[in-house]
Nanobody, 126 residues
Framework: QVQLVESGGGLVQAGGSLRLTCAAS????????MGWFRQAPGKEREFVAA????????DYADSVKVRFTISRDNAKNTVYLQMNSLKPEDTAVYYC???????????????????WGKGTLVTVSS
């Protein structure tokens, strides 16, 4: 059974930082591209960042470029999202997702993901 478990969310002031962690189990982690998505209240789930299987390729939403960094440790079956210079508009539930896509692929569509975590809430106060 595949499980993706996010952690690291919380309340932070604008300008602060958080590091999200997603621990994966039940799948061959290095065979999956990994991504982070988020969903704010009343809005659709949107792409944040993604990384290819071995970490060679990355992609970011324009709204988080420069501020957020995705990374992965295939030995630990874990993917991270370092979030700096947080803004109130970053407030959302953040989801980790896995995609059994091509080796070089960096999927950014929710429909392209095969497995999802349950999410972790990030709240940025102004």
């Amino acid at each position: 059974q595949v499980q993706l478990v996010e952690s690291g969310g919380g309340l932070v002031q604008a300008g602060g930082s958080l590091r999200l962690t997603c621990a994966a189990s039940g799948l061959t982690f290095s065979s999956y591209a990994m991504g982070w998505f988020r969903q704010a209240p009343g809005k659709e789930r949107e792409f944040v960042a993604a990384m290819s299987r071995r970490g060679r390729n990355t992609d970011y939403a324009d709204s988080v470029k420069v501020r957020f960094t995705i990374s992965r440790d295939n030995a630990k079956n874990t993917v991270y999202l370092q979030m700096n210079s947080l803004k109130p508009e970053d407030t959302a539930v953040y989801y980790c997702a896995a995609s059994n896509s091509a080796p070089w692929s960096v999927p950014s569509a929710t429909s392209g993901m095969d497995y999802w975590g349950k999410g972790t809430l990030v709240t940025v106060s102004s």
